[in-house]
């Protein structure tokens, strides 16, 4: 494969996902298509904007039209598509948006390249189509543990795990459009053929996330002494995961993995929301020169989140038996990575809370 699309190269993984490839793979062309909605902002991929095998498209996914042009003219092989509404607080406001850009859009997606795919000689031979999805379709566990442990073979906050036959239960409008483009991509496989893979990720944090998420969020108002909104009693646990282990997996499956399979992918680190929170504090606390526990007193516990899934917890074993693959990154070198990278970049998140960011597209690409 050589001509590679990806969709939401602009975001939180796909800048990581467009980077690594770029950067790894000097001769294939990797085209980046994304409609840099308030979460995309091409300032996350500065340093290989001008590399000679990529090239930034802005359009929609739910522009069928465009999506075919682009497939043609780019001859394109192989698509990474991540582009997607992201944030649950914002499915629960707008659930409509989700559904047009996760559900609508995929589905633009896939018909598009049926029909580019279908009118070659080859036609699938060489193609795949890899879907970029979440652990939150499978619903939410139950916590059993409340204050975390170590039994053999079950997680620090209970014994199950999601795993890839777990049955889809998607509680929020975020969740359910994803289970829902889940559905029509191996429906796509199922019904014409088409080589497609699907992933189920866990939380990711590192680097370049959209600050309305947990981690740069805190960081950003720890530093700027804001009040911490923790929803309900900060109980919930989530499985963290640094991106850019994500970003090695979809590496590794979109080039190894089987046609119409699952991989789960998830960083076998749980974690409550309040403990993870108090270790970002520290950390931030420690790294701005502060008193330890100097910002504790800024945790703020707030209205829950409607249908708030009580835990995620992954498992990722067939992805490290058939692949090889399992996270590289100690969480404590992940997220004192992350801290530091939030704390030396604080223009970055300036330009994001203050919309500067939206510039940079009409300055660095539209008058080309
Ligand atoms: P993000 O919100 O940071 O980025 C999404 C990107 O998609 C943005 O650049 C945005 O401009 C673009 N986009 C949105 N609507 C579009 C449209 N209609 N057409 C073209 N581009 C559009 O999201 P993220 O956190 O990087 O997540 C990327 C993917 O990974 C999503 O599909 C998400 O469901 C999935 N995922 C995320 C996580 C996580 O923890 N962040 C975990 C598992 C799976
Ligand atoms: O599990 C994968 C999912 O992880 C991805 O599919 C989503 O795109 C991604 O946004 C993330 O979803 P979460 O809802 O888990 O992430 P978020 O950062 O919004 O919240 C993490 C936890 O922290 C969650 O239990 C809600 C809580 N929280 C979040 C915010 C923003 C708070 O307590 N306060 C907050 O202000």
Redesign the pocket.
């Known amino acids: 494969m050589k001509n590679i699309l990806i969709t939401g190269g602009a975001g939180f993984i796909g800048s990581h996902v467009v980077r690594l490839f770029v950067t790894k793979y000097p001769d294939y062309h990797i085209v980046n298509l994304d409609k840099l909605t308030y979460a995309g902002n091409l300032a996350n991929l500065a340093d290989i904007e001008r590399a000679e095998n990529y090239t930034f498209v802005k359009a929609d996914i739910c522009d069928f039209d465009t999506i075919l042009d682009l497939l043609r003219r780019y001859e394109i092989d192989g698509i990474i598509h991540l582009a997607a509404e ?4 914002r499915s629960i406001k707008d659930p409509f948006t989700f559904a047009r850009t996760n559900v609508m859009g995929t589905l633009s997606l896939l018909q598009a390249a049926r029909l580019y795919w279908e009118s070659l000689p080859e036609r699938y031979e060489g193609k795949r189509f890899y879907h970029i999805s ?3 379709v499978y619903g939410a566990l139950e916590l059993t543990r409340l204050e975390g442990g170590d039994e053999p073979g079950g997680g620090p906050f209970g014994d199950d795990f999601f795993v890839e036959t777990t049955k889809y239960n998607p509680h929020s409008p ?2 359910a459009s ?1 289970a829902s483009s889940d559905h029509f991509v191996r429906a796509f496989h199922d019904t014409y053929g088409m080589p497609t893979i699907v992933t189920n ?4 944090y590192g680097p370049y996330q959209f600050p ?4 740069p ?2 960081i950003n108002n720890i530093r700027h002494r804001k009040p911490l ?4 009693k ?1 109980e ?1 646990v ?1 499985d963290w995961l640094y991106v850019e282990d994500h970003a090695r997996a979809i590496d590794i499956i979109f080039h190894r993995g089987g046609v119409a399979e699952t991989y789960n992918i998830g960083g076998f680190n749980e974690w409550k ?1 309040i403990d993870l929170i108090k270790v970002i504090i520290k950390t931030v606390d420690r790294l701005l020169g502060n008193e330890e526990g100097a910002s504790l007193d800024l945790i703020t516990y707030v209205t829950d ?1 409607a249908g ?2 009580l835990r ?1 917890a992954i498992d990722s074993t067939k992805l490290k038996t058939e692949l090889g693959w399992e996270p590289s990154l100690q969480f404590e070198e992940g997220i004192e990575r992350t801290v530091r990278w939030y704390l030396d970049n604080q223009s970055w998140l300036d330009n994001i809370t203050s919309g500067d960011y939206e510039k940079y597209y009409d300055e660095m690409y539209k008058q080309r």
């Open positions: 992201s944030h649950v607080d979440t652990d939150e975020y969740s994803k990720c866990s939380n990711n309305e998420k947990l981690i969020l805190f909104p923790v929803y309900g900060g919930n989530r929301n989140r708030h899934d995620y």
